[in-house]
């Protein structure tokens, strides 16, 4: 139908318009060949025909038909749906043709050679295209201003741009064509390319964020975003999107300094980046705190029993005591202060990185410059001298004193001389029925208050004294304990207490300050055997109605 409609029309017009003389319609002796190139793409046809002499109808050429000269011929080139590919031009032995009216028409010449006559059509080509949330892309055809659809085609050889329109808030993941990510060929969120073929496109969007690395001197440090291996430097103060992983790298510094910290939203990240890398994926703006410092060293002081010492650096004016160890800037001058000891003892060593440093110290202080980490290790031991442990007489009681030898409680020497750091054990005094305590002295000082369940220890570092104060209480009192009768006293496995009233609470205790025994006493008189206990001195105590009393027990 589309061949004769379209031949019929030719034919028409050049029957009205043409007014072919009597002359044209006779036949010419001479003739020329026709050829009819057909075009290659699918859909496309090329026809060509001539209205004989006489005949309202036309006659189709085939190609390789011998044409007269002088004969006008009616050509046709169309493409059928769907193609509906457009078409560009009509050639004639290689030239292109105007179209004359509603088709195109030639007029075979004089001549020798074939006439050849070729139609050329464009190419079509489809473009799909696709985004995420958070954006959109538009596409353009060169010469238009109206947005393609999805699925349109599109003649060949015509330059497409790709707007990216991300939302509020939001930035360009990805865009990619025909498999290939052409995000960073991007100019003014725009992406052209000529179309050569079918082009599928697609769009991703995310939610943008903010890095921020704060300024900071004498130094730098590289941060990137990871994209399936590919990395992509982000400046100090760029966009990051979400979802996206960060990757920060050790700082750089200047010769004569070190990192002190780096902070990612004031979390320390410090040791985790010193391996080399950190990487963090994205979910919020991210600022990164860098703090540079003058390059430092380490101290390392050790504890040590019998004294202190002390040391410090000074840096820009600022003196910062180290006594405990701690960072000192490179070429600081470190002063290490001559130990202190405490009495009784005596320095054997100080090392300094396993150099003892003992007898160099001038005016009390070693100085040096920090050019490395150092370990400071002083070494000091008790002096090998004996003290003299004094115990004044006590009226109307006892106080019982022990030493502790190897780790075992003995007796002090009868000569009362103890060796220098020897641990004295130090029982609350016993009284005798009606006295009562003042106070107890261990040279100057008073230690009547500081016995913990009964005891109290004390290191021997020099000559000790100990005095003991009481009263005599006279009065009920008095007599109330002048009724206590304790037999035998000392004794081997039991004792008896009489005189004490019914319903009084009778308790043991050692000289440690623990209850041996216990036991509310009764009518007449109260036993109390301690057998299985270690021989010594122990404290009675009776005690009914807020009154109380002591008394001292003797275990042979």
């Given at each position: 139908?589309k061949?004769?409609?379209?031949?019929?029309?030719?034919?028409?017009?050049?029957?009205?318009?043409?007014?072919?003389?009597?002359?044209?319609?006779?036949?010419?002796?001479?003739?020329?060949?026709?050829?009819?190139?057909?075009?290659?793409?699918p859909?496309?046809?090329?026809?060509?025909?001539?209205?004989?002499?006489?005949s309202?109808?036309?006659?189709y050429?085939q190609?390789?038909?011998q044409?007269d000269?002088?004969?006008t011929?009616?050509?046709?080139?169309?493409?059928?749906?769907?193609?509906?590919?457009?078409?560009?031009?009509?050639?004639?032995n290689g030239?292109?043709?105007e179209?004359?009216?509603s088709?195109?028409?030639?007029?075979?010449?004089e001549?020798?050679g074939?006439?050849?006559?070729?139609?050329?059509?464009g190419?079509?080509?489809?473009v799909?295209?696709?985004?995420?949330l958070?954006?959109?892309i538009?596409?353009?055809?060169?010469?238009?201003e109206?947005p393609?659809?999805t699925?349109?085609?599109v003649?060949?050889n015509?330059?497409?741009t790709?707007?990216v329109?991300?939302?509020?808030?939001?930035?360009?993941?990805?865009?990619?064509?025909?498999d290939?990510?052409?995000t960073?060929?991007?100019a003014?969120?725009?992406?052209?390319f000529v179309?050569k073929?079918?082009?599928?496109?697609?769009a991703?969007?995310?939610?943008?964020?903010r890095?921020?690395?704060?300024?900071?001197e004498?130094?730098?440090m590289?941060?990137?975003i990871?994209d399936?291996?590919?990395l992509?430097?982000?400046?100090?103060?760029?966009?990051i999107?979400?979802?996206?992983?960060?990757i920060?790298?050790?700082?750089?510094?200047e010769?004569?300094?070190?990192v002190?910290?780096v902070?990612?939203?004031?979390?320390?990240?410090?040791?985790?980046?010193?391996?080399?890398?950190?990487n963090?994926?994205?979910?919020?703006d991210v600022n990164?705190?860098?703090?540079?410092?003058?390059?430092?060293y380490?101290?390392?002081?050790?504890?040590?029993?019998?004294?202190?010492?002390k040391?410090?650096?000074?840096?820009?004016g600022v003196v910062?005591?180290?006594?405990a160890?701690?960072?000192?800037?490179?070429?600081?001058t470190?002063?290490?202060?001559?130990?202190?000891?405490?009495?009784?003892y005596?320095?054997v060593?100080?090392?300094?990185?396993?150099?003892?440093?003992?007898?160099?110290?001038?005016d009390?202080?070693?100085?040096?410059t920090?050019?490395?980490?150092?370990?400071?290790v002083?070494?000091a031991?008790?002096?090998?001298?004996m003290?003299?442990l004094?115990?004044d007489?006590?009226?109307?009681?006892?106080?019982?004193?022990q030493?502790?030898?190897?780790?075992d409680l003995?007796?002090?020497p009868?000569?009362g001389n103890?060796?220098n750091?020897?641990m004295?054990?130090?029982s609350?005094?016993v009284?005798?029925?009606?006295?009562?305590?003042?106070s107890v002295?261990?040279?100057e000082?008073?230690?009547?208050?500081?016995?913990?369940?009964?005891?109290?220890?004390?290191?021997?570092?020099?000559?000790?004294?100990?005095?003991?104060?009481?009263?005599y209480?006279?009065g009920?009192?008095e007599?109330?304990?002048?009724?206590v009768?304790?037999?035998?006293?000392?004794?081997a496995?039991?004792?008896?207490?009489?005189g004490?009233?019914?319903?009084?609470?009778?308790?043991?205790?050692?000289?440690?300050?623990?209850?041996?025994?216990s036991?509310?006493?009764?009518t007449?008189e109260?036993?109390?055997?301690?057998?299985?206990?270690?021989?010594?001195?122990?404290i009675?105590?009776?005690?009914?109605d807020?009154?109380?009393?002591?008394?001292?027990?003797?275990?042979?």
């Amino acid at each position: 139908m589309k061949k004769s409609y379209s031949i019929f029309l030719s034919i028409l017009f050049c029957f009205l318009f043409c007014s072919l003389s009597a002359q044209d319609a006779q036949l010419n002796a001479a003739s020329r060949k026709v050829i009819i190139e057909a075009p290659a793409e699918p859909g496309t046809h090329l026809e060509v025909a001539y209205r004989p002499a006489g005949s309202f109808f036309p006659s189709y050429v085939q190609s390789g038909q011998q044409v007269d000269v002088g004969t006008t011929l009616i050509i046709d080139a169309y493409s059928d749906n769907p193609t509906k590919l457009p078409l560009v031009a009509v050639r004639v032995n290689g030239e292109e043709i105007e179209k004359s009216g509603s088709g195109y028409t030639y007029v075979i010449p004089e001549g020798e050679g074939d006439i050849v006559i070729s139609a050329e059509f464009g190419l079509l080509y489809q473009v799909d295209f696709s985004y995420s949330l958070n954006g959109r892309i538009e596409l353009y055809a060169a010469g238009s201003e109206e947005p393609l659809t999805t699925g349109t085609r599109v003649n060949g050889n015509v330059e497409i741009t790709v707007k990216v329109i991300p939302d509020s808030g939001c930035d360009l993941l990805s865009l990619v064509v025909n498999d290939e990510n052409v995000t960073g060929q991007l100019a003014n969120n725009e992406y052209k390319f000529v179309l050569k073929k079918n082009t599928s496109i697609t769009a991703s969007f995310q939610k943008a964020y903010r890095l921020t690395v704060e300024p900071f001197e004498h130094g730098s440090m590289r941060v990137a975003i990871s994209d399936k291996g590919d990395l992509s430097d982000v400046p100090s103060d760029g966009k990051i999107l979400d979802g996206q992983t960060l990757i920060l790298w050790w700082p750089t510094v200047e010769e004569g300094y070190e990192v002190g910290s780096v902070l990612m939203n004031g979390t320390d990240i410090t040791e985790q980046l010193f391996s080399g890398t950190y990487n963090h994926v994205v979910k919020g703006d991210v600022n990164v705190t860098v703090t540079i410092r003058k390059k430092t060293y380490g101290l390392t002081v050790k504890d040590f029993v019998g004294g202190t010492i002390k040391a410090e650096f000074e840096d820009e004016g600022v003196v910062t005591d180290v006594s405990a160890g701690g960072r000192v800037p490179e070429n600081a001058t470190l002063k290490i202060y001559e130990p202190v000891l405490d009495e009784g003892y005596e320095l054997v060593y100080v090392s300094l990185n396993g150099s003892d440093i003992k007898d160099q110290f001038k005016d009390g202080i070693y100085s040096l410059t920090m050019k490395e980490d150092v370990m400071l290790v002083v070494k000091a031991k008790e002096i090998d001298k004996m003290f003299k442990l004094t115990i004044d007489e006590i009226e109307g009681g006892s106080i019982d004193v022990q030493v502790y030898v190897g780790g075992d409680l003995a007796d002090v020497p009868a000569d009362g001389n103890i060796k220098n750091g020897t641990m004295l054990m130090i029982s609350e005094p016993v009284l005798e029925d009606g006295y009562e305590l003042v106070s107890v002295m261990l040279n100057e000082e008073d230690i009547t208050a500081l016995f913990e369940e009964g005891v109290y220890f004390h290191t021997m570092r020099q000559d000790v004294t100990i005095s003991v104060k009481t009263n005599y209480v006279s009065g009920v009192e008095e007599e109330q304990a002048d009724r206590v009768r304790i037999y035998p006293n000392p004794f081997a496995e039991s004792c008896v207490v009489s005189g004490v009233a019914a319903g009084t609470s009778v308790r043991v205790f050692n000289m440690t300050g623990a209850c041996v025994f216990s036991k509310v006493a009764g009518t007449g008189e109260t036993e109390i055997r301690l057998s299985g206990l270690a021989s010594g001195v122990y404290i009675l105590k009776l005690e009914k109605d807020g009154d109380s009393s002591c008394h001292k027990l003797i275990r042979k």
